[in-house]
Each structure stands twice: as C-alpha cells, then as structure tokens.
C-alpha cells in the first residue's frame, strides 16, 4: 500500500528536500523501513531504540500514533502520515 | 439621499466618541419619515459613522442606543419608529458599566473591535482588565505583544534577557536599526508603548528560570510562549500549569510553525513532546534560519488565540494543534489529547514542583546565568 508521507522542517533534508514522499507499507513501521531503505538516516532521526522519538510525532491523519498502536499502527489507502519533530525556534 | 415629499428634517445629535466622524459637528440635521431612513441619510453623508452605527448584517449593535426626543427606539417601534420635523435623534454608544470606563479616547481607537458583536464594550473591558505574559522579546513574542497592545490589553509583562542585535532585525518587529545593543525589554516596552500608550508594559529582564518562575507567571492572567529554546520551554510549560495559568504555545524554525493552547487539565507540552531532543539533534534558528514573515503570522495566531479566551468566542487551539507549512502554504490541525501517562498533567503525575531543566533538556537556560 502507497501512502503519502508528509515531512516537517529539518527532517526535509533527509528525504533530499521534499515536503512529501511516498511510503510503502500496511503499517507505520513498514513505511518508515520502505523510507529508510530510499532514505538512510531517516529512521534515526524519528526513532531509538526501537520506539517513536519522545521529542517526535507521527500523525496518521490527524491522530497522534502514540494514542493509537504506535509503529503496529495499520495504515489504509488514502492515509497521509505526518512526521512532526518539536520545534523549539521562537526568536 | 434626494428630499421625498414626505421626508422630514430630523437634528441628530452626535456625541464625542463619534464626532470625529462627522467633521467634529455636534448637531448633523439627515432625513427621512423614520428611524430607519434617517440612520440609512445619516450613513450615506458619513460613511464612517455608517460603520459605527450598522454592524455587518446591516443591524445596530448592541452597544449603540439610538433615541427619539430621549426614548430609545426599543421602547418606541425600533428602526420603524416614525418622526417629524423638529424631533430630536441621538446615536449613542455604551461607554459606562463595570470596573473600566471606556473614554471617548478608547471608545474611538478600539471602535473597530467593539462594533464587532463580539466584542463590544464588555469585551473591549475584558481585554483592558487582562494581564499577559510574553516570553521572549523576539520573533514570535514580538508581533504577538504588537497585536495584544493594540487590541488594549491592560498589561502586557515581558521577559527576556538578551540585548537587540543586528541579526533580530530582520524579523523581530519590536526592535528598530537604532535599538541594537539596548536590552530587548526596554526597546520593546518603547515601542508598545509608541504604539498604545494605554497599556501598561511590565519589563522582566531577566532570564524566566527555576528561580524566578514562580514568582513572574502568577502575576499574569495567560501565558505566550515565544521561547526559542527546550529548556526554557518546558519550564515555561510545567510554570505555568502549576501556577493554573492557560498557556498559548507557538514555535518556528525555516518554514515550519506549530501553535496550540495549553489549559491546564487539558494537555501540556510534555503530552504533545513528552521530552526534548539530544541537544544537537534540532536545530535552532540561530543555527538553522527562520523566514521572517513566518513569526508575523505564528505571532499573530498567538495573539489571536489570547484574545478569542478572553472573550470567550470561537474554538481555540486547545486540545489541537495547528501546523503551518510557508513553503506549501498549508494550513493543517492535528489532534492534541491529555496523556494520562504525562509526568506533569496525567492521572499519576511525578513533576510536583519545578524540576533541573538543565539537567533534563542536557542544555543550559540560556542568558546571563545560563551560559
């Protein structure tokens, strides 16, 4: 399953710029391998130790995954996933 | 409007919040054989005084009292109250009641809120009876105070350590090229000041920290976080949810801007990022860049949400977060929930009291004390 995976702010480096990428994958997990597999490094920026970055959030739509089943969350066609680090700059 | 057969010559009296608006004139004569008409002569003679007695559904506004020979219309037949030649109308806005009186002064600069329903002169009260503090002089607390004090926000504290430099101006809308080198906290009460003289500008300069945190934030109604680092962020965050004070967050960097608002038993920063990043790991705007016109707009929308709970009107960020990509120009909202788990505001929270912030975010508050 294709989603669309939209990326925040310093992630966008990683994925060579852009603001949306392509996943492949029938949950969140599976995605962010298919994306790390394009695009190394990308998986270390978004999680350790084998769970989401306390200081990151994936949304699927607009739901936070942590309130759903984390990286087991199952994606449908359509979804859009968002990958949103804290931003602390307000100066 | 062309004399009819029928149209009678009414004196209008004006009072001195809007006389402004008909070329200072105490007594403007407008015709017609009722209320309704001589309004609609009245509006098409001074456009700007249409606007103080018409709302946008084209009806008169709450605040405004018109009278005929001193009985207001609602006792009369409203709008379709009839008149003759020789009677007297006044159009006259609410400017007494409660703990502030509006002055002629205030009733006119703040005109364009109070015609709004929505507003009003209650709400316009409301707003010259909030305290608000900003954290941080700077891009996002920078246009957020602007707004604030021109809308009258009774007082507005600010703190901030730092001096003006040369490199905040390309955004930081409160400092001007001859403020560099003057504490962000004087040029910016100078320039709220300018601005409004109404509003009492209160300076912390200071860095907010462990220390001092608890003593500045209680002094406020609500909280804006234009903060631009973790540590102070999560202080700011923890503070101000101890101290029962609703907190409206905003943060930048490149494009990107998020904002939401915090009231306490509702969520808080660590539900949305239960911790911050390795230091290193998310740049800073120092070390990253921010377009400038990106703060105006997430300042703005902090300031909008202040405002929107003091009156109490429309739905606020609370409980949804609102991301702003400049580069797409997409405006999306995500939801935010309570996490039970939250060491600070969940169902069984171990953060009681202010924590070592340096030693959790593993980066000092910045400033004087910090480095």
Sequence with gaps: ???EVK??????????????????GGTVREVLDDLESRHPGIKDMVMVDGQIHRFVNIYLNDEDVRFLAQ?????????VLSILPALAGGA | MVRGRDDMPVSVYIPTPFRRLTGNQTYVKA?????????????????????????EADEIPGHVNIYVNNHEIQSLQGKDTPVNDGDEMAVIPAIAGGAVVLTPDQVNRYSRHIIMPQVGPSGQRKL????????????????????LALAGIGTIGIVDFDVVDLSNLQRQVLHQNDDVGK??????????????????VVIHNTPITSDNAMEIIPQYDMVVNGADNFTTRYLVNDASYFAGKTLVDGSILLFDGQATVFVPGSGC????????????????????????????VMGSIQAIEV??????????LVSRLLLFDALSMDFRVVKLRRDPKCPLCGDDATITELIDYEGFCGAPFPGPDGH
């Design chain 1, 7 to 24: 990326v925040t702010a310093t992630l966008q480096k990683l994925v060579g710029g852009a603001r949306i990428v392509q996943g492949e």
């Design chain 2, 128 to 147: 010259m009876e909030t305290r608000v503090l900003i954290v941080g002089a700077g891009g996002l607390g920078g246009p957020a105070a602007l707004y």
């Design chain 2, 269 to 296: 920063y660590r539900c949305l990022f239960p911790a911050p990043p390795p230091p290193g790991m998310v740049p800073n705007c120092a070390e990253a860049g921010v377009l400038g016109a990106l703060t105006g």
């Design chain 2, 183 to 200: 504490a962000k906290t004087q040029s910016a009460k100078e320039t709220l000041l300018a601005y409004n003289p109404d509003v009492n």
């Design chain 1, 1 to 3: 399953m294709t989603v």
């Design chain 2, 307 to 316: 405002i929107k709970q003091v009156l109490g009107i429309g739905e606020s």
């Design chain 1, 71 to 79: 990286l087991d969350t199952r994606i449908s066609e359509g979804d």
């Design chain 2, 31 to 55: 015709e017609g054989r009722t209320v309704g008409e001589v309004l609609d002569s009245l509006g098409s003679a001074y456009p700007a005084l249409r606007h103080m007695i018409y709302n």
